[in-house]
């Protein structure tokens, strides 16, 4: 293509003017560069008295060539506060083609006889400014964040502040509290070429650690890895604050790619470990030992979202499977998280669960295939909305040898031992020998109706979990902002007493999941066979196990013998067995707060053809503790505090109850019938507090029968 010759000589003409002027300011900067610096050291002082309350020192400042700058003795020494900072001699070069275009990166840092103090006593901190909000600035946008634009300057940031050349000698980091003090000593850590080399001095010589790798800036890579000197890498501070023992051989990060795609900021990378050693009380009894784990990430920073995306892969072992996570900030806060897996071989998964975390399983022996999907889904603003689906889909699968636990033990006879605090109770045998043991069919179908209306009424349909509970759990938990209400099972609750510790942890809390799945898929064990263990050894009462000890103890009966009202009752006292005697009056009355209860399970086990409709509240006037329990004359409630308040209408239990048996669910093996409107006792006067409590009760039954039928 030609181009006419003025046109050239005018591109020349203003090329040639750009590098005069570019010049000019050269020279005129070279010239001013002391006193430009003078004054910016000023500025900086100012600045951190200003907003900081910091007192910032610099002994010298003055440049060597062009781009870079020789400080000596620099300290910091918040206000009123221990000192923070001091470096004797403090290098830095910046690359001066970014700095014409406005970034300011670093070509060298050298520092030397450096220390950084981070102290804390009785609550007092020495960098506190760190955490000190600025002054809103009213004149600013309140223009919202872009979040691919915030995580992609950050990154910029953070990789303009790496120099192409680093020497650094004799830095200590150390942070002292009023019961600890935890410090790392770097003799000398450099960058040359790319090549990151370090090594860091861990309390002394406690441990010594190494930081290898490689960092490449202008290409937005790095590759590094953490590791000691003969032994773990080891974090004794975070043990003795956090009560969190952990360390490892190796830890090791990759940053590969950075690539923008309109708002989307997308960075890919991986991050492993080996031989990982965990140890928490609210994690497992025991130490979690990983051999080798990692993830491949993308991540993606939205204009309103964070995200890791579903081409991530995480490895452990021998299994793979494709994580998705992410949280929307904006219009509305959504946390969204998926799992999925390919097929995978059964015992190659058993054989990637980390050493003690799953202790009953050690050394099961499976064979067939598994493949696992996982789906959440919640909305911050409409919680009741949320969607959780598990499936753990089985091709084949069956069980070789039990290992450690033989679970197939709750089909013959065997001995439970309950522990309390840690400590056991008693051995309890579950079986003929045990004269108080009711095989099934001897317990009253009321006491067994009962029970299932109030726990679990899909028992003998459901393959061990109910989702349908799980969703309600997890919203009615997100609106309390606290653990209010699980979603168990009575599969679930047969397998924590007879398989588990009773320590409440994470990794038992799993490991009930999984043992409850094997149990219910492999059809180790009948419904109904499961339902008699259950019923023969949970807790009725203080030192109370199983039906056949609670029907003698409370009422001196056969549990063949109990009646609607005395089956409800002890449906009542199931989730909090230790209050059973608080229930009564001191003449074996129940007390009136647990009216609404027998309403409830009454009025729905009625509806379900388990009972005929009761005008005297299921029962609930005949019950009678037998007598050498009773306390003797009747305390009146306005006297004493009412221990079942929280079985009344305006209580969280009732809703909880109503939670677990109304909605979508899988279809009740036991037959639902129409009911008529419950009729009031006639033969006790009725208070006007309690006819505002029935109307009540009786508005939320119809509510809630409501909301049951639109579903």
Do not use: C
């Amino acid at each position: 293509m030609h181009i006419p010759s003025k046109y050239l000589k005018i591109t020349g003409i203003v090329t040639a003017s750009i590098l005069i002027l570019l010049l000019i300011g050269g020279v005129i900067a070279y010239n001013k560069r002391e006193s430009l610096l003078k004054a910016g050291v000023e500025r900086a002082i100012k600045k951190a008295k200003r907003d900081y309350h910091l007192d910032l020192k610099v002994g010298s400042a003055s440049f060597a060539g062009i781009r870079t700058v020789n400080l000596e003795n620099i300290s910091v020494v918040p206000e009123n506060r221990d000192s923070l900072m001091y470096i004797e001699k403090f290098r830095v070069g910046i690359k001066l083609l970014p700095l014409i275009l406005g970034d300011i990166k670093l070509a060298e840092v050298t520092t030397s006889n450096a220390w950084i103090h981070l102290t804390r006593k009785d609550s007092i901190r020495n960098y506190d400014f760190l955490f000190r909000k600025k002054s809103a600035d009213t004149t600013r946008s309140t223009r919202q964040v872009n979040l691919g634009e915030l995580a992609n300057n950050l990154l910029n940031q953070m990789l303009y502040k790496i120099p192409d050349d680093m020497d650094v000698k004799d830095l200590e980091i150390k942070f002292t509290n009023d019961t600890t003090s935890f410090s790392l000593y770097t003799p000398t850590a450099t960058i040359v070429d790319g090549a990151v080399k370090s090594t860091i001095n861990v309390n002394g010589k406690e441990s010594v650690w190494h930081v290898d790798g490689e960092v490449y800036p202008d290409d937005k890579q790095l590759k590094l890895s953490l590791f000691a000197d003969g032994k773990k890498v080891e974090l004794p501070f975070i043990e003795k604050q956090y009560g969190l023992k952990l360390n490892f051989d190796t830890i090791s990060t990759e940053m590969k790619r950075v690539t923008r795609d309109g708002d989307d900021f997308r960075i890919s990378g991986s991050w492993a470990i080996k031989n990982l050693l965990i140890n928490h009380p609210r994690i497992a009894a025991n130490d979690i030992v990983l051999p080798e784990g990692s993830i491949d990430a993308d991540m993606v920073f939205g204009r309103n979202f964070i995200a890791i995306d579903s081409s991530s892969v995480i490895h452990i072992k021998n299994i793979q499977a494709n994580p998705f996570i992410k949280y929307t900030l904006s219009p509305e806060k959504i946390y969204e998280l998926k799992l999925h897996t390919n097929e995978l071989d059964a015992q190659q998964l058993f054989n990637s669960f980390p050493t003690g975390l799953f202790e009953s399983l050690e050394g099961m022996q499976v064979a067939g295939k598994l493949q696992y999907d996982m789906n959440f889904h919640l909305n911050s603003k409409h919680p009741d909305k949320v969607v959780f689906e598990s499936r753990l889909t089985n091709k084949e699968f069956r069980v070789i040898s039990w290992g450690k636990n033989n679970f197939r033990k709750i089909n013959g006879p065997f001995v439970y031992t309950p522990y309390e605090y840690g400590k056991p109770m008693r051995n309890i045998t579950i079986g003929q020998e045990n004269p108080d043991y009711t095989p099934i069919q001897q317990i009253s179908p009321l006491l067994r109706n009962a029970v299932l209306t109030a726990e679990d009424p899909s028992f003998y349909s459901h393959n061990g979990f109910v989702e349908e509970s799980i969703r309600k759990s997890i919203a009615t938990n997100f609106k309390e902002k606290a653990f209010k209400r699980g979603g168990s099972t009575i599969s679930m609750q047969l397998v924590k007493n007879v398989y588990l510790n009773r320590q409440k942890t994470l990794a038992r809390k799993i490991e009930e999941i999984l043992i409850v799945w094997i149990i219910e898929n492999s059809h180790m064990s009948s419904k109904q066979r499961m339902f008699e263990v259950y019923l023969n050894l949970i807790e009725w009462g203080r030192n109370i196990y199983g039906i056949g000890e609670a029907s003698r103890f409370y009422f001196n009966k056969h549990p063949s013998e109990l009646s609607l009202g005395e089956s409800i009752y002890l449906a009542s006292i199931v989730p909090r067995p230790k209050s059973g005697l608080n229930f009564f009056e001191g003449d074996g009355s129940l007390r009136t707060g647990l009216r609404g209860y027998f309403r409830l399970i009454g009025g729905l086990m009625a509806r379900r053809g388990l009972a005929q409709p009761d005008s005297n509240v299921y029962g609930f006037y005949a019950v009678r503790l037998k007598e050498s329990l009773r306390r003797g004359t009747p305390v009146t409630d306005s006297l004493m505090t009412d221990s079942l308040a929280e079985f009344g209408e305006d209580q969280s239990e009732v809703a909880d109850i109503l939670d677990q048996i109304f909605g979508k669910r899988k279809p009740d093996t036991l037959a639902t019938k129409p009911t008529d409107q419950i009729p009031s006792p006639v033969n006790k006067p009725k208070s006007p507090a309690e006819i505002r409590k029935e109307k009540r009760d009786q508005r939320r039954l119809e509510r809630e029968k409501k909301k049951n039928d639109g579903l």
